[in-house]
């Protein structure tokens, strides 16, 4: 079980807030972590990878105690059996594909030959790093998060949007490497999305960060409903339609969903994500 408990305090665009979280997580799960920008997604891994500090916290990993601010226990990054995958990749630009690969964790070499397998990187291993794709940046960032963790029995894998950035097809086949790397490798895995369709993929469950004034709050979500997610029907324009869910605006085309012919503005409607081929979540 993955425990996080803790109190943090923001600056965000409309002034301070403070983000919340108590939640239990099943270990060997994928939980993806959704909200309005702004609203402290990111800082909720980071805070989970030591990589910013709270002065409430409590973060329990199985057995093992990350952050106690009570008992004054706060174990460094490294000291943490966790890879963590940027938005933009965060690759050294100095060194190439598998120097990057190996820098967390050089050693166990049939473990990096594996992952190089994996995530299709055999023939981009001497490249320099700026002179990749969208797409094979993150591949080998996720391959150098898996690296350095896979010497552990229980590891948490956390990313910050990786997919934001590429297109389509890319974004299929990575979503498809990360549900099988996850359940292979039997991690823990922590995702950020704006991509409604992407989170009900991916998603064993979802967490949905609540804005209220000077308050945002860490709520666990079903997500894998047959029912799907209730919208309103804000407008119809040529063929797309614009639903607000979840005091968002998401946008999608008529023709990918099985759209009743009597849909008009003001409608409620029963939305099952998985019929749809895209679902855009905007801010």
């Known amino acids: 079980m993955l425990h996080v408990e803790f109190s943090k305090q923001l600056e965000g665009a409309r002034g301070p807030f403070e983000l919340e979280?108590?939640?239990?997580?099943?270990?060997?799960?994928?939980?993806?972590?959704?909200?309005?920008?702004?609203?402290?997604?990111?800082?909720?891994?980071?805070?989970?990878?030591?990589?910013?500090?709270?002065?409430?916290?409590?973060?329990?990993?199985n057995e093992s105690v990350w952050l106690d601010s009570?008992?004054?226990?706060?174990?460094?990054?490294?000291?943490?059996?966790?890879?963590f995958v940027f938005q933009d990749g965060a690759l050294f630009p100095h060194l190439n594909v598998y120097e990057n690969?190996?820098?967390?964790?050089?050693?166990?070499?049939?473990?990096?030959?594996?992952?190089i397998s994996l995530m299709g990187l055999k023939g981009l291993l001497k490249h320099p790093t700026p002179m990749l794709s969208g797409g094979q940046i993150q591949r080998v960032a996720l391959a150098r998060a898996l690296v350095r963790i896979l010497d552990q029995q229980n590891a948490l894998l956390c990313l910050d949007e990786p997919l934001s950035a590429l297109d389509a097809d890319a974004r299929a086949h990575l979503q498809e490497q990360l549900k099988y790397i996850s359940a292979h490798f039997k991690l823990t895995t922590l995702i950020i999305t704006h991509d409604l369709l992407e989170a009900h993929k991916l998603a064993h469950n979802l967490i949905w960060i609540e804005e209220k004034p000077q308050k945002h709050t860490c709520l666990m979500r079903d997500f894998k409903t047959q029912e799907g997610l209730c919208a309103r029907v804000l407008e119809i324009k040529g063929q797309s339609v614009e639903l607000v869910l979840e005091r968002q605006i998401i946008s999608l085309p008529l023709n990918s969903l099985q759209t009743p012919p009597t849909l008009k503005e003001g409608d409620l409607w029963a939305l099952i994500p998985q019929r749809a081929e895209r679902l855009d979540w905007h801010p």
């Open 21 to 61: 979280a108590n939640l239990d997580l099943k270990t060997q799960q994928i939980s993806v972590l959704c909200g309005p920008s702004g609203a402290g997604k990111s800082s909720f891994l980071r805070v989970l990878a030591g990589l910013e500090s709270v002065k409430t916290g409590y973060i329990r990993f």
């Open 70 to 83: 009570a008992q004054k226990i706060h174990l460094p990054p490294q000291k943490r059996p966790l890879g």
């Open 101 to 115: 690969i190996i820098f967390g964790n050089p050693r166990h070499q049939a473990r990096i030959e594996e992952v």
